[in-house]
């Protein structure tokens, strides 16, 4: 195929995507008065069917929850490509903690930076706890409090060295507890399969509404999501930074 075809054919196809974008845009109700009826139903029916008082997490935790596994699996699959693509490869060996872009002067972290980066960790770690754990009571759940968890992993990069960081957890433990999120998404799944109703069937106690233990199976999915988004972004972490700080020379250059 030619250079001039292969522009025809992207032409082509952005012009039909264009179209779609613009009728989609000509087709949207004015502002406040778009109306739902699966909205308005499972609003209605999240507190008294499922004792959850967010209903974002009533549907991706519950009557949608096969999708939003789903969802987990391509972020597992997306991180475990990164680490496939960036992994140290046999003939690389780490020389020294250096900036990869050597026309660029790098200032050093202040005492400033580093007290209140240390300081926010406690924080900011246990905020993603907080958001974890009540997922099913506020807005929140287990992705968004697992990106926060990961924010307190890198917090302790930006107050102090690569180093520091490298050595605050083991790295195949955060490998193992990737795998353990996803996993436990699926066994919780599993649970109604076993009870004898169907997969993700919240089966579990519903409990007392706008209490912490209620809301069945619900809390135990946004733990092992919020488990499995945690490592997943703190292995990114990682893996981007040795590509960006650490010099890697080749055993012949040395």
Known sequence: MTTRVRQLVF???????AALVVSAFVRLPHFGSGFSIDGAQLGALSVPQRHITDVVT?????????DTMGEEFIFFAAVAAV?????PQPDEVVRAEVDAASGRW?????DAVRVLGLALVGPTILFGLYIVAHGHLTPGGGFQGGV???TGVLLVYLAGEYEHLHGLYPE??????ESVGAAGYVAIGLVGLIWGTAFLDNIGPLGTIGRLNSAGLVPLIDVAVGVEVAAGFVLLLTAFLRQAIVLRVREGEQ
Not at 83 to 87: N, Q, T
Not at 172 to 177: D, S, W
């Open 11 to 17: 032409f082509l196809g952005a012009l039909g995507l």
């Open 83 to 87: 680490g496939l693509v960036l992994r």
């Open 58 to 66: 009533a549907i991706n935790f519950d009557y949608r929850g096969v």
């Open 172 to 177: 195949q433990a955060i490998k193992v507890g």
């Open 148 to 150: 926060v968890l990961a």
């Open 106 to 110: 790098v200032p050093p972290t202040s």
